[in-house]
């Protein structure tokens, strides 16, 4: 459903690519993880992905194709049609990605109100109702809340109800857990493999912890300076690791996490 | 509500001491009232005798008691060197000085809120550096400067008004608002600089915080973002920014209005305060803090209905 062809991403004020020549496929109903370190060009991947990148600042070349449609060179007006429609987005730390004077309820809405015509009863229903969906208690009550007034992980549920309420094709999750404590990361985590299962919506999960990858995703591609060195199957390259990066990474999980996850938390 | 409450509360309580302290400056300062009156070739004995027909020989506690009395039934005292009713004196300068503030303050807002606007959409290039420097050189202008440029160019040579004549307000409305208009213009310019800045560098920072990422995410174009999340987000530290300018206005408008000769609150300050006129001056200082401390509180119920984040602790 996602395919990424020969990716190329050089900010002008950098001296080298962001991302160099990636190709990544995504299936339908397939979660993806992306794993690298900081400045990997994982982030800038997706966000390009989500048509976030700020295009008068860098050079692109290559091609993404959403369900065959090309997005990388779409116009602007095109590009945000699809923008929150077919491409949900969920970023790291909720806090600060939430509009801190907009009710949790409103924000909730915000993408039915620009791209279908639902009534305001509408709007209203299928948000109690997505609010709902990500085990939220009491959504009438959270949809009048702010921002301010819910937990860290809280927020994180209502960010993930914002970005399927439209139902879109694809969500891109840019490290959702790790401004989050260890329970509730667990709990998310749970949450998005479920809401995977349930509606199939397929997921682009970005991290730099392969462990946590290794908890949701089916396949698992590596990055490191921009440039793609492993891919395929999360068990397969956990166990088997084929590049020093990827063996590096993996070394760099605590002993005992590695042991608990191979018993299976789930 | 409470906070509204509290809110109010302390805004009484602020008056209570600013007027206090205002009181006991009098005080404090030398220069006696009826030395003042009588000049120094008095003999003590006259002085003394006026001094407790003014009343000032009682303790001051008891002097702003009475005062504070006063001032809540209306009656402000009697000035020394007008003898007469300090409000008669006072209620005619105070619609001229609250005119003035109000077309200073309308021009500020007419031009300053579309330029800041414009001005925070179009970034780098040179038209921006062009303008951050008239931006630059607009906020160094004294008004009074201005004021002196505007007399000599619009009073002097275009005769648009007559510089140095006030006219009356009652007989000659537009003729005192053309007046007030070329006023307001010298004391607004500065602020007019200083507010296109301030709003200019408040929404750019706006538009570079995370939630603006989230709102292109859902498919906004940057019109909506500005309107439906940055704005609202910019307005907090905006109107707190015009409640000091609202108070600016009127601390500005008692050196303007000397330069226009407009017959203000603040040219009867000046001279009640050679004068010596305590009463004159007490009522006129305690009327300034008013507007002061009333638009600050004015800003911060506004800023509390918009953003809930400052209700905290005050609607528990």
Do not use: N
């Given at each position: 459903m996602l395919e990424i062809r020969d990716l190329h991403i050089k900010f002008h004020n950098r001296e080298r690519e962001a991302v160099s020549g990636v190709s990544l496929t995504i299936h339908d109903g397939e979660i993806l993880g992306l794993v690298g370190e900081s400045g990997s060009g994982k982030s800038v991947t997706a966000m390009s992905v989500a048509g976030l990148l700020p295009r008068k600042q860098c050079s692109y070349s290559g091609a993404i194709y959403l369900d065959g449609a090309e997005l990388l060179h779409i116009d602007r007006k095109e590009l945000r049609k699809k923008q929150g429609k077919a491409i949900g987005v969920v970023f790291q730390e909720p806090m600060n990605a939430m509009?801190?004077?907009?009710?949790i309820g409103k924000q909730v809405e915000e993408v039915l109100r620009i791209h279908t015509t639902c009534s305001r009863e509408e709007r209203k229903r299928l948000a109690l109702e997505a609010l709902a969906a990500v085990d939220l208690p009491d959504p009438e009550d959270i949809y009048g809340k702010y921002p301010h007034e819910l937990s860290g992980g809280m927020l994180q549920r209502a960010m993930i109800a914002a970005a399927i309420v439209i139902r879109p094709k694809l969500l891109l999750l840019?490290?959702?857990?790790?401004?989050?404590?260890v329970t509730i990361q667990a709990q998310i985590l749970e949450l998005l493999k479920r809401l995977n299962k349930e509606s199939g919506i397929s997921m682009l999960f970005i991290s730099h912890n392969l462990n946590v990858v290794r908890k949701l995703c089916s396949r698992v591609a590596v990055m490191q300076r921009g440039v793609l060195v492993e891919e395929g199957d999360v068990e397969t390259v956990f166990h088997h690791p084929q590049h020093p990066y990827t063996q590096h990474l993996i070394a760099a999980i605590p002993r005992r996490e590695r042991k608990e996850n191979r018993h299976g938390t789930k | 509500m409470k906070y509204a409450a509290r809110r109010i509360a302390s805004f009484l309580l602020t008056m209570v001491i600013v007027s206090f302290l205002a009181f006991m400056a009098f005080d404090v300062i030398s220069g006696d009232p009826a030395t003042a009156l009588l000049g120094t070739e008095a003999t003590p004995e006259a002085i003394a005798a006026l001094r407790t027909e003014m009343g000032l020989d009682r303790p001051l506690g008891v002097r702003y008691g009475e005062w504070l009395l006063g001032f809540f039934t209306g009656d402000l005292g009697t000035s020394y060197v007008y003898h007469q009713s300090v409000s008669e004196i006072i209620a005619p300068k105070i619609s001229v000085t609250l005119l003035l503030s109000f077309v200073s303050f309308l021009l500020i807002l007419l031009i300053s809120i579309p330029l800041g606007l414009s001005a925070a959409k179009r970034s780098g290039g040179a038209l921006e550096a062009a303008g951050t420097a008239f931006n630059q050189f607009c906020m160094a202008v004294p008004p009074f400067f201005t004021g002196m440029l505007l007399s000599y160019l619009f009073g002097v040579i275009l005769k648009w008004f007559m510089p140095g004549v006030f006219p009356d307000l009652s007989t000659d409305f537009p003729g005192a608002m053309r007046h007030i208009f070329f006023a307001a213009i010298a004391i607004a310019v500065p602020r007019i600089a200083m507010t296109v800045r301030m709003l200019k560098s408040t929404i750019q920072s706006e538009m570079r915080k995370s939630y603006v990422r989230t709102a292109i995410s859902r498919g906004n174009d940057r019109s909506a973002v500005l309107r439906v999340h940055v704005l609202k987000n910019s307005l907090v530290p905006v109107i707190t920014f015009l409640a000091q300018t609202m108070a600016e206005i009127v601390a500005g408008g008692i050196v303007v209005e000397q330069v226009f000769a407009i017959p203000g609150l603040g040219r009867m300050l000046v001279s009640s305060i050679s004068n010596r006129d305590y009463p004159m001056v007490q009522a006129i200082v305690v009327i300034l803090a008013l507007w002061v401390v009333l638009s600050g509180t004015v800003a911060d119920l506004v800023n509390q209905r918009i953003d809930p984040r400052l209700r905290l602790g005050g609607d528990r």
């Open positions: 509009d801190p004077l907009m009710t840019d490290e959702p857990t790790t401004a989050l404590d | -």
